[in-house]
């Protein structure tokens, strides 16, 4: 896991590293998936699996394109009944495509409930070569790039 979730004022916030655009917003996903459930859950290794995809349009804006991607996930999970639980994400100019895994979402015993994506102190970054990210919050490490980070406050 490439994630670290950190406290804010009033809500909590969570950094993801990783070598690709790709990967980190597949992390950033995983990430808060993972911050939702019962430590003792794993809805990976129980309850049936579906798969399908999803995919959100960016409006040519890549942190825009990745907030919405994480509502729809929400969104999915809390509205749909779809929980989640692995994606490959592909990214074009226009759209954020999952191809997804998930689980029927009153199977999964959640500890959290996320309610929304925020836009505020969100940061989505390519790390050049050499460059130094600091972690700037308690127990989440400095990045070296070459890589991509990302920042987004959740309201629970």
Do not use: C
Not at 41 to 56: K, L
């Amino acid at each position: 896991m490439s994630s670290w979730v950190f406290p804010t004022t009033a809500d909590v916030g969570i950094r993801t590293f990783s070598q690709s655009l790709k990967g980190l917003i597949e992390e950033t996903t995983a990430g808060i998936q993972h911050y939702q459930i019962l430590k003792s859950d794993n809805p990976e290794n129980n309850p049936p699996r579906s798969t399908g995809t999803w995919a959100v349009p960016t409006g040519g804006d890549m942190e825009r394109g990745l907030v919405r991607w994480l509502e729809e996930v929400l969104y999915r999970g809390y509205g749909e009944g779809q929980w989640l639980v692995d994606s490959s994400i592909s990214i074009s100019e226009e759209y954020v495509t999952g191809h997804v895994t998930w689980v029927d979402s009153d199977l999964v015993e959640r500890e959290i409930e996320v309610k929304a994506i925020t836009m505020h102190e969100l940061i989505l970054m390519e790390v050049e070569d050499g460059e130094v990210v600091l972690g700037e919050h308690h127990g989440v490490p400095d990045f070296e790039g070459p890589g991509w980070m990302s920042q987004v406050i959740l309201d629970i």
